[in-house]
């Protein structure tokens, strides 16, 4: 690859911001294809404070500005996903390259509009499915393919975080609005499907059940109480386009846990994470492998592994994403596509779409 410096602003940019402070500018200022040159926040004095600590030459309350501005190549879009649509599409405006976060937009008319205007202006677009970077779920994709436990049978996925119920703190209450498309289904249910679909291949049809056992939350700062009208529990049952037969429970506002089983005519795969928060794209999966030779069900006759996946990487969010980078980086450099971008981010959207739609009608529905 050249030896070429990709600068980038950061939308969302703050310290203060958990996911980008924590994740982003960390990724980025260790990653040698990239310099940070611009950060954007809604508040100036945030915004002038974050870019003197990590040396960032410009500061903009305005995303537009910073999307202007000549020292960006490339934006990061690290914001609310109400906040997303406007950011994107004025940095789409200027031609310039974009890295945004999951959710796309609130919804999949906006995913949809954001993805065609990238698609036209032949810029780089991508969008933070990071968990497609783990190390486990790439392994797990390649033993599949290469029938390292025979043909799939079925697959079960459990997705559990102690949020998104009955109790919130003031930065996240935004979540339990159904309209602001930051939901359950969105984001823990949205990365998850990701991550499923990315190993054994996408829906083919499925039924769903949404329920809301919590209609309001307690918020932990204040004690008072605000609506939520966000479901809690998600049930999705279906067809993957192999024949596969899939079962999904995503809940929240329960003990946190993540577990992916993928059962095989050879064997099983067991994908789990360990101190779970039920997000999937956070790190510190295992697998566990079990395999029984010539369809021998004894006990005696099963073997049991841990895979221990050699790798590099420190295994967790912030190698994801810089993983990312890396990946964008070269596409950048030698015109290649191979991050998940813009058009990914639509078909995931229309994904939950049919799980909405499922759940509202009482039908089944083709993908």
Not at 58 to 74: G, N, P, W, Y
Request: proline share 3%; net charge neutral.
């Amino acid at each position: 690859m050249e030896n070429r410096i990709i600068n980038v602003g950061i939308i969302g940019g703050s310290l203060n911001n958990q996911w980008a402070s924590q994740t982003h500018i960390p990724a980025l200022k260790n990653n040698p294809s990239y310099k940070i040159t611009a950060i954007g926040t809604s508040n100036m004095e945030s915004a002038k404070e974050s870019a003197k600590i990590i040396n960032a030459p410009h500061s903009f309350t305005d995303f537009k500005e910073l999307a202007q501005t000549k020292d960006v190549d490339l934006v990061v879009v690290s914001i609310k996903v109400p906040h997303h649509y406007d950011a994107v599409m004025a940095v789409l405006e200027e031609n310039k390259h974009i890295y945004c976060e999951w959710p796309l937009g609130i919804n999949t008319k906006q995913a949809e509009k954001m993805a065609q205007l990238a698609n036209e202006r032949n810029i780089h677009h991508a969008i933070g499915l990071q968990g497609r970077q783990s190390p486990e779920v790439n392994y797990l994709k390649q033993a599949i393919r290469q029938g390292d436990i025979g043909n799939i049978i079925s697959c079960t996925m459990q997705v559990a975080t102690q949020g998104k119920g009955a109790v919130t703190d003031e930065k996240s209450r935004y979540l339990l609005n159904e309209d602001n498309g930051a939901t359950l289904l969105s984001i823990n249910g949205g990365h998850s499907l990701d991550v499923l679909c990315y190993i054994l291949g996408d829906f083919q049809e499925l039924s769903a059940t949404m329920n809301v056992h919590y209609t309001e939350a307690f918020i932990q700062e204040t004690g008072k109480t605000t609506v939520k009208n966000t479901a809690d529990q998600i049930l999705i049952q279906g067809t993957l386009i192999n024949g596969t037969s899939a079962s999904v429970h995503i809940q929240g506002g329960v003990y946190p846990a993540f577990q992916l089983e993928i059962r095989g005519e050879k064997g099983a795969f067991r994908l789990t994470q360990k101190n779970s928060y039920g997000h999937v794209q956070f790190g510190n999966l295992i697998i566990e492998k079990m395999i029984h030779p010539n369809n021998l069900f004894n006990s005696k006759d099963v073997f049991y592994e841990e895979i221990k996946i050699p790798s590099k990487l420190n295994n967790g969010a912030i190698s994801y994403v810089d993983q990312a980078n890396t990946m964008l980086a070269k596409d950048i450099v030698a015109c290649t596509k191979q991050i998940p971008d813009f058009n990914d981010a639509v078909k995931l959207h229309q994904l939950l779409d049919a799980v909405r739609k499922s759940a509202k009608t009482g039908k089944r529905i083709q993908i």
